[in-house]
DNA sequence: AAATCGTGGCA
DNA sequence: TTGCCAAGATT
C-alpha cells in the first residue's frame, strides 16, 4: 500500500519542529499546540512558524491562558506573521474553548464550528492530534496528488479531484503520522520547483514523474496584475520620547493592529495628517501585500499638541506593528 | 464564487 | 527586479 511506503519513509526522515511529536511515539501532541501551530502555519512557512510557536507556547502555555490575554498583547504578539484575522480568530477560538471547560473537540464537524478552523485545520487536528482518518488537502497534499496521479486540469477547478485522491490514500493506520508525512513530503521532495523525484519514496508509482511533467503540476490559472496604490504614514513624536499610535478598525486590511496614522491608500491619497506640526517628508518605504503594491511616503514631526487620532504611547516598539509600519517607523525615527 | 487578507525567501 | 509561493479562512 502506497501509505505504508509513505509511512515507512516519514519514520526515517521526519522532520523536527517544536510543535510535533516524532513518528513512532507512544502519546499523541497536545491539541492546543496542534491547533495554534496549524493556524500559525496557514499560508506560513515553518520557517517564519518556529519563533512565533515557542514565543506564545512560553508566554501562554495553555488555551486558558491564551484566552485570558489581553486582546492588544496577543496582537502584538503576532505582529510580522501576517494575516491577523488569523490571531482575531486565534483569540475568539481559545476564548470558546476556554468556556467550554478547555478541551478541543474531537472531531472534524465539531473542529469546523470554531472561529479560524476551515476544512484543512479541522482536518489537520483530527489526524495529528487524535488520530483520526481525517482527509487533509493542504497545498502540499495538492501538489503530491496532482503529480502522483497526473491531474492535469489547472488549480481551483481540480480541487476535489484531489481531495478525493488524497482520500483514497488517507489510511486507518497511523493516519495523524500519515498527514505529517504528506506534507513533510511535499515541503522536502515533492517541491513547487525542481522536485527531487530520484529520491521520492513514491518515484515508482508517480505518473506525473513517468510522463515527464512532475515539476510543472499542479497547473493554476494565472493571477492579476497587482496595482499599485500611493499614501502617507506619519510618525510623531513626543518631546517626553512617546510615539503617536492608532488602533486600526476591527476588520479589514491589518485589522485590530497598532499602526502609525496614514492617509487611506489609493491612487490619489487623501492627506490628512493626525495632528497639526511642522511635517518632513523624510523618504518612503515599499511594501508588497497579497493583492497590491504599496508606496508609503514617511513624514515626521515634533509634536505636543492634542492629536484628533491615535493617541501617545510611551517606549513604542516597532516590532509590535504590522511589518510595513515596522518599516515606516523605523526609517522616520532614524531620520529625527 | 471571486476577492480579500501579510510576509519573507527564492530563482 | 519581479513573480511565485507557503500546513487557508472568511465573506
Not at 136 to 144: C, F, M, S, Y
Request: proline share 9%.
Amino acid at each position: 500500500m502506497d501509505a505504508v511506503t509513505l509511512l515507512n519513509w516519514y519514520d526515517a526522515h521526519a522532520r523536527a519542529m517544536p510543535w510535533r511529536v516524532p513518528p513512532r511515539s507512544n502519546h499523541r501532541a497536545d491539541p492546543y499546540f496542534v491547533w495554534l501551530s496549524e493556524v500559525m502555519l496557514q499560508q506560513t512557512t515553518v520557517a517564519a512558524v518556529k519563533d512565533y510557536f515557542v514565543k506564545f507556547t512560553t508566554r501562554w502555555p495553555s488555551v486558558h491562558d491564551l484566552a485570558a490575554a489581553a486582546d492588544e498583547d496577543v496582537m502584538a504578539a503576532w505582529a510580522g506573521l501576517g494575516y491577523y484575522a488569523r490571531a482575531r480568530n486565534l483569540l475568539k477560538c481559545a476564548r470558546v474553548v476556554a468556556d467550554a471547560g478547555g478541551t478541543f473537540p474531537d472531531t472534524e464537524e465539531g473542529l469546523l464550528t470554531l472561529p479560524g478552523i476551515g476544512p484543512y485545520t479541522a482536518a489537520a487536528i483530527a489526524s495529528i492530534a487524535f488520530d483520526l482518518p481525517a482527509v487533509v488537502l493542504d497545498g502540499n497534499v495538492e501538489r503530491v496528488m496532482a503529480r502522483r496521479h497526473a491531474v492535469l486540469d489547472p488549480l481551483p477547478d481540480s480541487k476535489e479531484t484531489l481531495r478525493a485522491l488524497a482520500a483514497r490514500h488517507t489510511p486507518t493506520i497511523r493516519p495523524g503520522d500519515y498527514a505529517q508525512a504528506v506534507m513533510d513530503l511535499g515541503a522536502t521532495i515533492c517541491t513547487p520547483r525542481n522536485p527531487a523525484c530520484g529520491i521520492c519514496p513514491w518515484m515508482s508509482e508517480c505518473e506525473g514523474r513517468m510522463a515527464g511533467l512532475a515539476a510543472e503540476l499542479p497547473r493554476k490559472r494565472p493571477k492579476k496584475a497587482k496595482p499599485t496604490r500611493l499614501g502617507t504614514a506619519y510618525l510623531a513624536r513626543h518631546p517626553n520620547g512617546a510615539t503617536l499610535l492608532e488602533t486600526r478598525p476591527p476588520k479589514g486590511l491589518l485589522g485590530g493592529m497598532l499602526a502609525l496614522p496614514t492617509t487611506d491608500w489609493s491612487d490619489a491619497p487623501v492627506a490628512a495628517p493626525p495632528l497639526d506640526a511642522d511635517w518632513q517628508i523624510v523618504g518612503e518605504v515599499r511594501h508588497t501585500f497579497t493583492h497590491f503594491h504599496l508606496i508609503l511616503t514617511v513624514a515626521t514631526a515634533t509634536a505636543t499638541s492634542i492629536p484628533e487620532r491615535g493617541g501617545w504611547v510611551e517606549n513604542a516598539d516597532p516590532n509590535d506593528l504590522p511589518t510595513v509600519f515596522a518599516k515606516a517607523f523605523r526609517l522616520g525615527a532614524s531620520a529625527m
